[in-house]
Nanobody, 122 residues
Framework: ALHLVESGGGPVQAGGSLRLSCTPSDVTYCYYDTTWYRQAPGKEREFVAR???????SYADSVRGRFTISQDNATNTAYLQMNSLKPEDTAKYYC????????????????WGPGTQVTVSS
């Protein structure tokens, strides 16, 4: 069944940059939005950024101006470019896809990525 493949996390110093990627393992037959979430130890999972199927982005206030989300329609890959990273950005980052209204994925599809760790040192 379809699942999401994430990459790009790792350790970085404050002020540095990382680029996360999220790709479905198979072709999806729905138009979909891709959302990045993050979860730090002891905290709830929180919204980071979303790119809609038409390319329209939205951001959490905490990352606006530093992070850029984009979608490469040729490869179905969503990217999260993270610049000017801060220690408070340290978290496990998860991507999720949501079918646009009017289309439904089968229950066996895993629409959450496994997560990729981002650790920012001061």
């Amino acid at each position: 069944a379809l699942h999401l493949v994430e990459s790009g996390g790792g350790p970085v110093q404050a002020g540095g940059s990382l680029r996360l990627s999220c790709t479905p393992s198979d072709v999806t037959y729905c138009y979909y939005d891709t959302t990045w979430y993050r979860q730090a130890p002891g905290k709830e999972r929180e919204f980071v950024a979303r790119v809609e199927s038409n390319g329209s982005p939205s951001y959490a206030d905490s990352v606006r101006g530093r992070f850029t989300i984009s979608q490469d329609n040729a490869t179905n890959t969503a990217y999260l470019q993270m610049n000017s990273l801060k220690p408070e950005d340290t978290a496990k980052y998860y991507c999720k896809i949501d079918a646009r209204p009017g289309c439904v994925y089968p229950d066996e599809y895993d629409l959450w990525g496994p997560g990729t760790q981002v650790t920012v040192s001061s």
